[in-house]
């Protein structure tokens, strides 16, 4: 507030050659530096609520108020004060207070400072040098700031500073509608500086009470993780000594695979001597057999007769034989005037019926 009106300019200009230089350098980087400081705003108005509902460690200040009663101040939010605590700063009346809205443009949040200063000069009816403010800044959806401000005589400040005994560099709050906005003088930015370390370990003390609480969940999932490490570990030491073993489990069960092949075979293998005397019992004397060949149940013979149409119907009476059919047409010999026949059947047991 001590600056020359000279230059009193000098922030609102600063302020639009850097959104001029923003804007040089891409919409992005704007876009980002805009959506950063709403960030940064959102954060400190959510720590200044749960500060003014006791949910955030801040530390409390002693305000008297002209009438000589004393208020405690926590963020913006006064309580009355009940007890013989000394009171360390000061609250001005809002009937002594002038207060209005003013907006802004679009502009990164450290300018707000010198931005607001040079408003409040523009609507001040006094001199810079005679006057103390403060003010409170929210982001517009426009891009822009909505500044709602307040200011007073200094010579008012002067005068209730001296009349409860206060010095000259206590904290000073000027009164709105029931809450307190803080005048930005050293003693305000002394004490937002502790605030910032109090912050500071606040949140760590909150990291670490998160962790402490996870780890319980978590020790499960630990836990397991090392089980399948071990398991893992033992399962890769046991491989090389296992080798042999597997080869034994092979060779083994590539021998069941051979005995169960074997069973399999014993169980459909014909019973020779049956099927030679059934074949003896069924073919009339004037045929014989050249070959006989058996694969599985099914039976394939060749042979001579006289007539091939009587023999295969004389076989396919037989109970233990089925299917009898002929692979081929008979053929008459002229040397032995028979013909050459061969048939292919089925065995199907001497029980069976036929």
């Known amino acids: 507030m001590d600056n020359p009106l000279g230059r009193a300019y000098t922030p ?65 939010r006064l309580r009355k004060r009940v007890g013989s605590r000394k009171a360390v700063s000061l609250l001005v009346p809002e009937m002594e207070c002038l207060w209005g809205a003013v907006q802004l443009p679009s502009m990164p949040r ?29 982001p517009e959806a426009s891009g822009g700031w909505s500044i709602q401000w307040g200011m007073c005589r200094r010579s008012v400040r002067d005068q209730l500073l001296t009349q409860h005994g206060l010095p000259a560099d206590a904290p000073v709050f000027l009164l ?23 912050d500071g370990a606040a949140v760590v003390l909150l990291l670490l009470t998160l962790v402490a609480l996870s780890l319980p969940a978590l020790m499960p999932l630990v836990l397991q993780r090392q089980a399948v490490v071990r398991a893992v570990e033992h399962v890769n030491m046991l491989v090389p000594k296992a080798a042999p073993l597997r080869q034994k489990m092979d060779e083994l069960r590539r021998q069941a ?79 032995s005037n028979k013909e050459r026949f061969t048939f292919e059947m089925r065995w199907r047991g001497e029980g069976a019926k036929p």
Do not use: C
């Open 12 to 76: 609102l200009q600063q302020a639009g050659t850097g959104i001029q230089a923003m804007t040089g350098r891409g919409q992005l980087s704007l876009r980002v530096q805009t959506a950063l400081d709403r960030f940064a705003w959102g954060i400190g108005d959510l720590r200044r609520v749960l500060v003014e509902h006791g949910a955030w460690p801040a530390s409390a200040s002693v305000a008297v108020a002209s009438d000589g009663g004393r208020w405690s101040v926590t963020g913006g």
């Open 257 to 335: 695979d051979v005995a169960e092949e074997l069973r399999k075979n014993a169980g459909t293998d014909l019973p020779l001597a049956s099927v030679v005397d059934g074949l003896s019992a069924a073919l009339p004397g004037d045929t014989w057999l050249d070959r006989i060949e058996i694969n599985g149940s099914e039976i394939r013979i060749t042979g001579l007769t006289s007539n091939a149409p009587e023999l295969i119907a004389q076989l396919g009476r037989h109970p233990a034989l089925a299917d009898v059919r002929a692979t081929g047409a008979s053929v008459r010999e002229g040397a």
């Open 176 to 198: 709105r509608e029931g809450r307190a906005f803080p005048v930005r003088n050293q003693a305000w930015q002394k004490q937002s500086n502790r605030q910032r370390w109090v």
């Open 110 to 138: 450290k300018a707000l400072g010198g931005a607001v200063e040079e408003a409040l000069w523009r609507v001040s009816p006094l001199p810079p040098d005679q006057i103390i403010s403060a003010w409170k800044a929210e």
